[in-house]
């Protein structure tokens, strides 16, 4: 996915979970948008160089949104809501192996009573139901880990895939990891251990469980190679 012309600035700080303040290379310094409910622990060092896009909204508050940042080894994807339309990407345009094969694909659907999973793929008379998490958490071992922060939102989506699989319909969670600087993908046990026992339960139950690095950097996102997962 090409991205739009980014502005270069540094990181002062994080904070409210949805703000940050930047300082500007002429050193005017500003609070922008921060598109990531989670921890994002391990992407926020004071001093770290950063990248914004401008909105052309003029009824946002903070027209400048944090897309990425840079941790001396790499850009890090933090906008959480650049992940689907990545994914899409790499599925219309046959990257995903697992995913390739479809007649339709449709992103926000709704399975059961109150959610919407991210995407519905067709193929013939067999239904495949996608969820996509961002992933931007590298542990201390040097595995990509999701969550950052406890998700009761995401332990409903495994329930959700899992009992669509209880009706024959296929259900995947698919990883996107937003960084390059790790190996293998792991669930976070140690911050989130509820969503670890629905992971490996989902699993057990005929849950696919893929995770894709994506090749971040300020001019485009785009699906790189497939991670082995080690649960």
Not at 47 to 60: A, H, K, Q
Not at 65 to 76: D, Y
Not at 136 to 158: C, I, Q, V
């Amino acid at each position: 996915m090409q991205l739009p012309p980014l502005i270069e600035a540094c990181l002062l700080r994080r904070y409210k979970r949805f703000l940050a303040d930047v300082e500007l290379e002429d050193g005017t310094v500003m609070t922008v948008h921060c598109p990531n409910s989670g921890s994002m622990r391990g992407c926020v060092g004071q001093g770290w160089p950063v990248m914004l896009s401008t909105s052309d909204n003029p009824n946002r508050k903070y027209p400048h949104t944090l897309e990425m940042v840079h941790n001396g080894a790499c850009w890090i994807g933090i906008n959480t809501q650049r992940a689907n339309p990545v994914v899409e990407e790499a599925i219309r345009g046959g990257l995903i192996d697992e995913l390739h094969d479809f007649d339709e694909l449709h992103r926000e659907v709704r399975l059961g009573e109150t959610s919407r999973i991210d995407f519905a793929m067709q193929s013939g008379d067999r239904r495949t139901w996608i969820e996509v998490k961002n992933v931007t958490l590298l542990e201390a071992h040097g595995r990509y880990a999701f969550p950052d922060a406890n998700t009761s939102r995401g332990a409903k989506h495994l329930r959700e895939l899992t009992a669509a699989v209880a009706t024959g319909d296929r259900a995947v969670m698919l990883y996107l990891i937003q960084r390059s600087d790790g190996e293998g993908f792991t669930v976070a046990d140690d911050i989130d251990p509820t969503y670890g026992e629905e992971l490996r339960r989902a699993m057990v139950n005929g849950v696919e469980v893929l995770a894709y690095r994506a090749e971040v950097n300020p001019e485009e996102i785009r699906v790189a190679e497939r991670i082995p997962v080690e649960l």
